[in-house]
């Protein structure tokens, strides 16, 4: 069983459309980190939430985190190819190990 | 800046070979971590240390050794390849154990045959 389930696993969409991805989990956490991977490299962090029903936006990128800190969602607007590849969502283990867990990730295609 | 380097990048290894994956990170960070990365499964932590000289084991380290000699790198070891094991390894660093960014590698893609 996954601590933290992501959806839509896939997701190709057209440029200019705009998207929402889910990582949602039955556990509360203290914080919840976003990560982007592109083909070929490793994961990037785009962005940590901390309060419950925090929304911090990067650029076109929104992301929440659910009051109840068991939940968040990244929402892209107007989509560009740029926008491309493997979305994750993380979560620090319980110990003070720095330790991620990590969603199976969301793979979102742009198409031109 | 180099940041945190994996070599090799890529390797073909037949059954029952062993090999060992080499991490450098030049952030001085204390804390390491091994994923593996398999379709449809996200990362998933193989070891990781909290500091030179220490290692623990993560979700998966079935198969896999790790060593810590010095604090910039991370020694990921298969001492008897598997065609389980193949999958792409990811490296990353990190200087706080609480809510702190991980640094990743470029990845090492790794084939057993």
């Known amino acids: 069983t996954q601590l933290l389930e992501q959806s839509p696993q896939f997701l190709s969409i057209q440029e200019g459309e705009n998207l929402t991805v889910y990582c949602n989990s039955s556990?509360?956490?203290?914080?919840l980190q976003w990560y982007r991977q592109e083909p070929g490299e490793g994961p990037v962090l785009l962005v940590t939430?901390?309060?419950?029903?925090e929304v911090k936006k990067l650029k076109r990128l929104t992301f929440q985190f659910g009051d109840a800190r068991k939940d968040s969602s990244l929402h892209i607007t107007a989509a560009q190819p740029g926008d491309t590849g493997l979305y994750l969502c993380?979560?620090?283990?319980?110990?003070?190990?720095?330790?991620?867990?990590f969603g199976q990730g969301t793979t979102l295609q742009v198409k031109p | 800046n180099a940041g945190v380097t994996q070599t090799p990048k890529f390797r073909v290894l037949k059954t029952g070979q062993s090999m060992t994956l080499l991490c450098a990170q030049d952030?001085?960070?204390?804390?390491m971590y091994w994923y593996r990365q398999d379709p449809g499964m996200g990362l998933r932590l193989i070891h990781y240390?909290?500091?030179?000289?220490?290692?623990a084991k993560g979700e998966v380290p079935d198969g896999y050794n790790v060593s810590r000699l010095k604090k910039q790198n991370f020694l990921l070891g298969l001492e008897s390849a598997a065609p389980s094991q193949t999958s792409v390894y990811f490296c990353?660093?990190?200087?706080?154990?609480?809510?702190?960014?991980?640094?990743f590698g470029e990845g090492s893609r790794l084939t057993v045959l």
């Open positions: 240390s909290v500091g030179e000289g220490t290692t």
């Open positions: 556990s509360v956490f203290s914080s």
């Open positions: 952030m001085n960070h204390e804390y």
């Open positions: 993380a979560v620090h283990g319980s110990s003070n190990t720095g330790k991620l867990i």
């Open positions: 939430v901390v309060t419950g029903g």
């Open positions: 990353a660093s990190s200087w706080q154990g609480v809510s702190g960014e991980l640094f």
